[in-house]
């Protein structure tokens, strides 16, 4: 048998089969119908799903992933996880941001709440001026479905968005990233709601006094005054050291306006901390505490 090789069956199989451009097409067996088991759209998935936000930042995500389908939430939470959303600025009604994506520079993100006219907020107010402890339930971030529905918007509107990648749908995955980062700060900041709806914490408690001032004005019947009203708690302030925990530059700017010379200025803000350790150390809670401590 000289000059010729011996080839195994599975050889010659190999060698009939038919060749193009030096590989090898052969039938690996019947095609299957593979059926997708991915949510539908507006579903969420991954593990973001199980992450608490506060109610604010749940009705966020709410309104932004009725919109998106399974996969650009999917990838959006991968962007969320890895921290490429940066530069979140409040605006009045809309909150932007900056996404790194796959291209060199991060694209821009700005998030355009339900509009609100000052009718529609003005009923907001109303709202949590009328609902018992409710500037305790918007400094902890529990706010009512009513206040979500005003402030935030309600389940039937959604928030737009507007990116400079060239995804075109209304959701797209940087879109999906903000939603979530945006979720997280006003679950750590409550107040980042009334500052995107051009309010403040500081300017909503001083409105809300006047709608309490305004309703004390109102002569009440027999039925208010027999029926009564739900108290709100009592405040419990901090205690803080005023000039230790200040900005001492402050005092001294502030003094600086009535002081003809330099002179006076330090002489002014030295007579304030000596009034100031005067009065501290003379101050009952302050006698206790020494007394504590003269007995340890």
């Known amino acids: 048998m000289r ?4 080839m195994s069956d599975e050889a010659q199989g190999a060698s009939r089969r038919p060749r193009m451009d030096n590989v090898i097409y052969a039938n690996f067996g019947a095609k299957t119908q593979v059926t997708s088991t991915e949510p539908e759209k507006g579903e969420q998935t991954g593990r973001i799903r ?5 109610p604010t930042g749940n009705r966020v995500v709410q309104l932004t992933l009725k919109n998106a389908d399974s996969g650009r939430i999917r990838r959006g939470e991968d962007y969320y996880r ?3 959303v940066t530069g979140v600025q409040v605006l009045e009604g809309r909150i932007s941001c900056k996404v790194a994506g796959s291209q060199n520079e991060p694209f821009d993100v700005l998030m355009t709440f339900p509009y609100r006219g000052s009718e ?3 009923a907001a107010y109303a709202t949590i001026a009328e609902t018992p402890n409710g ?6 971030g529990r706010l009512t ?3 979500l529905d005003h402030l935030i918007g309600d389940p039937d509107e959604s928030i737009y968005f507007d990116c400079t990648c060239p995804d075109r749908t209304l ?3 940087h879109a999906v990233a903000t939603a979530y980062v945006v979720a997280e700060k006003m679950t750590a ?5 009334l500052d995107m709806r051009g309010q403040g914490m500081a300017g909503l408690e001083a409105l809300i006094n006047t709608f309490h001032t305004r309703g004390e004005e109102e002569p009440e019947t027999n039925e208010s005054f027999w029926e009564g009203h739900t108290l709100p708690d009592l405040p419990n302030p901090k205690v803080a050291a005023a000039i230790d925990d200040s900005d001492i530059n402050y005092l001294h700017r502030a003094l600086r306006l009535v002081s003809y010379t330099s002179l006076e200025q330090l002489r002014a803000v030295s007579d304030i901390e000596d009034m100031y350790e005067i009065l501290t150390s003379t101050h009952p809670s302050q006698r206790i505490d020494d007394d504590d401590a003269d007995e340890e």
Request: glycine share 4%; net charge positive.
């Open 3 to 6: 000059g010729r090789v011996l």
């Open 50 to 54: 199980q992450k608490r936000f506060s």
């Open 82 to 84: 890895n921290d490429n």
């Open 120 to 122: 529609k907020l003005r």
């Open 135 to 140: 500037m305790k339930l918007v400094r902890e």
């Open 145 to 147: 479905s009513a206040m």
């Open 171 to 173: 959701v797209c995955k």
């Open 189 to 193: 900041n409550p107040s980042m709601v």
